[in-house]
């Protein structure tokens, strides 16, 4: 037989079918071993034939990869054809979606891991105060015992080895058994549905659209809706795919979905092992498991007789992919609702505009849900006019309503949820002589201080600086912190409740598995009073004991300069306040601002949605924005500036051809560079457009496909969330 073979390396000059001879038994979808300019090489077969058109003594012959099954099922390498076309990458690169890192490396089922021990206890270990990775080590051995070393490096990068090397730790090889949430209590409140919604899983069995909408304000039970059609699923022996922005900020979840499916779900997410993963996905390979609960990658889950997707948050910026392919969450789950004859089921307190006026539009069904479960209000919100507090006298981060509020709710007993979408102690630091701003050597980003560390870290990149005593350009010795992060906020409110208990969550704190995990639990067994985080606190807690919300800086995301500000300012006000007030208490939310006349606000926090709707909807008719246009990126990004600029002239002379040839297929044209010039030490530059017709898009993608080399990558990015 002959095996037609994609050979899994992503680049253009490969990105052919090459025929091969095979074994009889080989079917399309598995994985082989190919022979190929001298060596061997992973690939994929994508078809079996009969004959060649090339003469049977030039082929050479592929072996395949002893796997239990086929790696892809026919519908998946018939997406991944459809994903090859639509976006103009090399079929290696969307085949690899469909698989787990892990199996294409090769690491597969590894079941052992090092575990490392003290063999003497902390007083008789003798180091340099200098040895801070190995004194961390040490003591994090002494007071935890036997611990995982990888884990270990994760929080004191080589000090283990260090130890080992001095002969203060032993180093085990251990079997382990695979569990990523054994540690997860295993709770679940089974419900009877509440009318409303029994209504909406009825109206998502019987409705005849594909896309059904669930507009439910936060709280209204919307998860319920979705476990029980997972359930019914189930029980018709079909298979579910349910996303979720960010599952591993979630662990309650996690938990309800654990206690209520057990073994029939399995979870694919990043905060995973490599091993778990892969254990994970061949569950659902082989129909183990046939719940498949992820972030946006687990709409690739190699499922067969699919019963329902379902995407919750649908409005969530994270279900747009950042790598190429560039693949839009949504479209994916369509074609595979389509292709397995399923609903897809989206759901979302402040869906997106676009969404939303699909859903008015009738294309898709739109189900409300218009009160929180026992009909608990919504909490208050009430502004807190910043400019009147400075007029006041006044700088602090906390206005006088919120400490107030704070103050009532700490002698109450009840918790707080603080938010700020800034990390770090401050954003900046500027020398008050000469305007000179600490920068990154790599991006051409400011710098900011955390104070924990003493450092300045990059955002953009992750590189860290030692903090500075002195202007590097003027040698002034006054310099100034501009900008308040999380970790500022909670010395600020250190000083003015010294009794409280604070938590905080964000990036520098959550590191590890478990790291979101112990913040929440900690903060859910009321061990905390205030818990102080960025956006990643906003999404999906349930903390019957949080009475009040402070939203410090409303205006934050306001001012970005995106057609979507607007709606991610709306979003994100109703995630955040959607935490305050869930059990028998009445929550309040204080919600501080620059701008109290601002229209999204005055929507927000009335709660009006459909208000805001039609506001936004207007505005973007009007300026002929998304969804009234498409706006289109390319994005050409090089180490050097040389070579990326060609590259920029090369797809710029095409696309400038494609505007002169359709004038009226375009609003907007025009090349520039990136609002962020620089980042990871790669130049960066952009050619903007706007279609009022998208027949254009499959000349703009090939056009970059064309240029696009070894060197200089050049990505197409539709309706962008992020624009630096
Ligand atoms: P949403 O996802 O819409 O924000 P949740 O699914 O988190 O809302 O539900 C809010 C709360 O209501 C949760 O604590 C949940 O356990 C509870 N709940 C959901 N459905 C029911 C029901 N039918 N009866 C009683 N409580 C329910
Ligand atoms: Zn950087």
Request: proline share 4%; hydrophobic share 35%.
């Amino acid at each position: 037989m002959i095996a037609e073979v994609i050979v899994d390396i992503a680049a253009s000059e490969t990105d052919k079918i090459y025929d091969y001879l095979c074994d009889d038994d080989i079917v399309a979808g598995s994985r082989v071993r190919a022979p190929f300019g001298g060596k061997t090489v992973a690939g994929f077969v994508m078809r079996v034939k009969e004959k060649s058109d090339y003469p049977v003594v030039r082929l050479k012959r592929v072996y395949p990869t002893p796997d239990e099954l086929p790696a892809l099922n026919p519908e998946c390498l018939s997406l991944a054809e459809k994903l090859t076309a639509r976006y103009r990458v090399p079929k290696a690169l969307a085949l690899r979606l469909f698989l787990p890192t892990e199996m294409r490396t090769g690491k597969v089922r590894e079941l052992t891991r090092n575990y490392a021990r003290l063999v003497c206890p902390l007083e008789e270990i003798k180091l340099a105060k200098t040895a801070k990775n190995q004194l961390g080590a040490a003591t994090y051995l002494a007071e935890h015992g036997k611990t995982d070393c990888a884990y270990l490096n994760n929080l004191f990068a080589g000090g283990v080895s260090g130890l080992e090397k001095k002969g203060y730790v032993e180093i085990t090889r251990e079997q382990i058994l695979r569990d990523p949430y054994k540690t997860l209590d295993r709770e679940d409140k089974l419900h009877t549905l509440t009318p409303d919604q029994k209504r909406a899983v009825d109206t998502i069995k019987t409705d005849s659209r594909t896309v059904q909408l669930v507009h439910g304000v936060t709280g209204s039970g919307k998860t319920e809706i979705y476990l029980t059609l997972i359930a019914d699923c189930l029980k018709e022996g079909k298979s579910s795919i349910f996303l979720v922005p960010e599952i591993s900020l979630t662990p309650q979840m996690l938990a309800q979905l654990r206690a209520r499916f057990g073994k029939n779900a399995a979870i694919l997410h990043s905060g995973l092992s490599a091993g778990e993963r892969f254990d994970e996905w061949w569950r659902l390979r082989t129909g183990e498991a046939r719940i498949a609960i992820g972030a946006r990658s687990a709409v690739f889950a190699p499922m067969e007789n699919i019963g329902v997707i379902i995407i919750d948050e649908e409005h969530d910026s994270s279900y747009a992919s950042e790598t190429a392919p560039r693949y839009n969450t949504f479209d994916v789950a369509y074609l595979r609702a389509k292709t397995n004859g399923c609903k897809l089921v989206l759901g979302s307190a402040t869906p997106s505009t676009d969404t939303y006026k699909r859903a008015k539009d009738g294309e898709f069904s739109l189900i409300r849900l218009d009160k929180r479960i026992n009909q608990r209000p919504l909490p208050e919100i009430v502004i807190a006019d910043m400019r009147r507090e400075v007029r006041r006298g006044n700088n602090s981060a906390f206005s006088g309503a919120l400490k107030e509020e704070l103050e009532k709710c700490l002698a109450g007993g009840k918790q707080a949820i603080l938010f700020l979408n800034r990390r770090g102690y401050s954003q900046t630091v500027i020398c008050k002589e000469c305007g000179y701003v600490a920068k990154c050597e790599f991006c051409d980003v400011s710098l900011t201080y955390h104070r924990d560390e003493d450092c300045l870290k990059c955002h953009y990149c992750g590189a860290k600086y030692g903090m500075l005593s002195a202007c590097p350009d003027c040698g002034g010795k006054k310099l100034s912190y501009a900008g308040t992060g999380t970790e500022r906020i909670v010395a600020d409110l250190q000083k003015l409740y010294p009794a409280a208990r604070i938590l905080r969550m964000d990036n520098d704190t959550t590191s590890g598995k478990e790291g979101h995990y112990k913040i929440l639990k900690t903060f859910a067994e009321k061990k905390a009073d205030i818990l102080v985080g960025t956006q990643m606190i906003a999404k999906g807690h349930d903390f019957p004991s949080v009475t009040l919300v402070g939203i410090l800086d409303a205006d934050m995301s306001l001012h970005f300069s995106d057609y979507r500000s607007g709606e991610r300012t709306f979003q994100l006000i109703t995630q955040v306040a959607g935490r305050s007030g869930r059990a028998e208490e009445k929550g309040k939310v204080v919600l501080q601002t620059f701008d109290p006349e601002n229209d999204v606000l005055r929507f927000a926090i009335a709660y009006d949605f459909e208000g805001f709707y039609e506001n936004e909807i207007s505005l973007r008719a009007a300026m002929a924005f998304p969804p009234f246009s498409k706006i289109v990126r390319v994005l050409v990004t090089g180490e050097d500036d040389k070579k990326t600029i060609e590259a920029l002239r090369e797809v710029y002379i095409a696309l400038e051809k494609l505007y002169t040839d359709n004038p009226e297929k375009f609003l907007f044209f025009n090349k520039m560079r990136a609002p962020i010039k620089r980042i990871q030490n790669k130049f960066r530059y952009q050619v903007l457009m706007r279609l009022c017709d998208t027949s254009v898009l499959p000349e703009i993608y090939a056009a970059c496909a064309e240029a696009r080399n070894r060197d200089v990558l050049v990505s197409v990015e539709e309706n962008p969330t992020n624009l630096s």
